[in-house]
């Protein structure tokens, strides 16, 4: 399936403009196939590099496959997410994981007290997580759609909810949900909504 | 400048691993030559296109390269920060403007009450902004380093401070600042500090 799908990707710069970005939809719509575990691996051994905040890497993941799983997330997505999270070849609940700092010593050696540091501000962390872990997934979605998947994101949901339900004593919060799977054509009927230019988004001081 | 630089670039999946995820790092010494506004905007073109919660597309770019404009954000960084803001051969102020609600008749006509919607609930658009903006902060990352560019991000810093000096009267507020530049070699001296593995982020359910 790997070497299937992505024989026919684009490369070098048209990989980013035709694979990942311009050319990309966000996929409501998915042909039957499966997306192996070891793909999603693969993604995430790509993107786990990416820079983060003292090299935090707060994202955490939850694989939702079975029907029973689709059906206890369903529950907590808004009414017209629901059909969406039940049809997805899989989906990803993407979270800020706000323990993170117990990993610091492995992650930032460079940085020897910062995980004792931020042990006693979980405000701080809890901000620190949940910034980070939407950086994170920016590469995450990148990716993906580099490997030529698409990728359904959603933030239509009561997340304390998929906390409660998933969650429960860890420090994960989720953030979003990711329907992930091969695009059926386009993956959307719905014509392409503009973005703002460069000079409504930036200016030089 | 962009033909020259581009022009070795890594292609295909080697794009993604080489330049933007395991090859490059978060680079702090770079070569002394200035980098074009041209490409600043070339790069967004390209990742502006990245999904968004509602295409709401809250991130907005301070550009910082006169040393009088980058005196006024050094003295608002963490000390150990200033030299490398004073240093860089640009510099972004990375923002999520808390008002792009306005945009949202032009960017989601496929939503055309969510506009008015959000113009009442300001906490909601600030949770909104502050969430997407990071999110296209990882599109932005893997955009710049895409063309060879080194990035290096830095969070300490009196947001708050930056917000009042720059972003006075506007919606707009600090969220990291990005210094990027051609870089010097690797970029860093610092050993590459590693990454939780699969295993460790994600389980399923």
């Known amino acids: 399936m790997i070497d299937d799908t992505t024989a026919h990707l684009p490369t070098g710069d048209a990989l980013l403009t035709d694979a990942v970005f311009q050319g990309a939809r966000t996929v409501g719509r998915f042909v039957d196939d ?6 999603l691996r693969a993604v995430h051994d790509t993107v786990r590099w990416g820079p983060t905040a003292a090299n935090s890497g707060p994202l955490r993941l939850l694989v939702v496959r079975s029907r029973e799983a689709r059906e206890r997330l369903a529950v907590h997505m808004d009414e017209h ?9 899989v989906t990803l609940v993407v979270a800020a994981d706000t ?3 117990r990993h610091l010593p492995t992650l930032a050696p460079h940085a020897p007290t910062m ?35 698409g990728v359904g994101p959603m933030t239509g949901m009561d997340a304390a909810g998929v906390d409660a339900e998933f969650f429960a004593g ?14 059926d054509g386009e993956g959307t009927d719905r014509p392409r909504a503009p973005r703002l230019a460069w000079d409504e988004v930036a200016r030089e001081v």
Chains 1, 2 share one sequence.
């Open 170 to 183: 860890t420090g994960w919060h989720a953030l979003a949900v990711l329907n992930v799977g091969w695009p």
């Open 34 to 39: 499966s997306v192996p575990d070891a793909l």
């Open 115 to 149: 995980g004792e540091r931020l042990a006693g501000v979980p405000d701080v962390r809890a901000a620190m997580a949940r910034d980070n872990a939407w950086l994170q997934t920016g590469y995450l979605v990148v990716g993906l759609r580099a490997v030529g998947l």
């Open 81 to 89: 997410n629901r059909e969406r999270v039940l049809g997805a070849p």
């Open 99 to 101: 323990d993170f700092h």
